[in-house]
């Protein structure tokens, strides 16, 4: 079945990418408040991870909040933060038992100070695990982490402590909030939506993206492993002509 030698296909990714969006939607279709789309949404977090483990996918990025999302009701922010606490309080012991590292990326000052503490410490904790990188984007904004990195460089120019000639792709790469993880393969959207709402917009320069009408709350893992199936399918030429690869 997977055998290399007669297969022109993809190698499966390393790192698969998911924009998590339909809460709302799947809520709203079934005259329930939007929260209990986001509680549905948070077991298909855990089906994924669960499938994303089973499939050797060592890198896997779900993006829960973007810095955007912020711009919704308190009452809808609240609920989500909820979520997430005690998402973090019930799953943390989980993960670290089944061998998952956690990051988690983006404008973390914006977040409530006790749940700041409790991802520190789920990083310190997991830190060490090898099985699955998992990174939670929350609070993650693409164009406020490249500005961000552009102020600490800029900030090391002023210094004296960096010339701007030594400023390239890959020192630039590694100033990102993903440091160390590479570019994911491909970026999973779910809900019909075709955009990529300032999602990892540097990293994902040359990812294969998929989009699923699946609203979040039904993604199960025969979608992702039809995803992964799909990505397998393309021909991924970076720029250069094809028959030279
Ligand atoms: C995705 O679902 C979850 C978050 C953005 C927090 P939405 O809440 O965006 O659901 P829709 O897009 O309104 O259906
Ligand atoms: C993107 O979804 C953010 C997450 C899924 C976490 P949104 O629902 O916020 O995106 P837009 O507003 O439809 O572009
Ligand atoms: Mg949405």
């Avoid at 669960?50 to 779900?62: C, V």
């Avoid at 410490?121 to 984007?137: C, G």
């Amino acid at each position: 079945m997977d055998d290399a030698r007669f297969s022109p296909d993809q190698a499966s990714p390393r790192h698969v990418a998911i924009i998590m969006d339909g809460n709302g939607r799947w809520a709203n279709a079934r005259g329930l408040p939007r929260t209990l789309g986001h509680r549905q949404g948070a077991e298909a977090v855990r089906r994924c991870i669960t499938g994303a483990m089973e499939m050797g996918i060592p890198f896997l990025t779900l993006f829960g909040f973007s810095s955007e999302n912020w711009r919704r009701s308190s009452r809808e922010v609240d609920d989500l933060m909820g979520l997430l606490r005690r998402y973090l309080q019930s799953e943390i012991a989980e993960f670290h038992k089944n061998g998952i590292r956690l990051r988690v990326i983006g404008e973390r000052d914006r977040l409530p100070g006790d749940i700041v503490r409790l991802i520190d410490d789920a990083e310190k904790r997991t830190s060490e695990n090898e099985a699955l990188t998992l990174v939670i984007a929350i609070s993650y904004g693409g164009r406020q982490e490249i500005a961000a990195a552009a102020r600490q460089f800029a900030a090391a120019v002023a210094a004296g402590e960096l010339a701007p000639e030594d400023i390239d792709e890959d020192t630039f790469g590694a100033g990102l909030l993903t440091a160390g993880i590479p570019d994911p393969d491909m970026v999973i959207r779910t809900s019909g939506e075709q955009r990529l709402s300032n999602f990892l917009l540097w990293q994902s320069a040359y990812s294969e993206f998929i989009f699923v009408d699946k609203l979040w709350p039904d993604f199960d893992k025969s979608d992702l492993e039809a995803a992964v199936a799909e990505f397998r399918r393309r021909e991924r030429r970076y720029g250069a002509a094809a028959e030279s690869l």
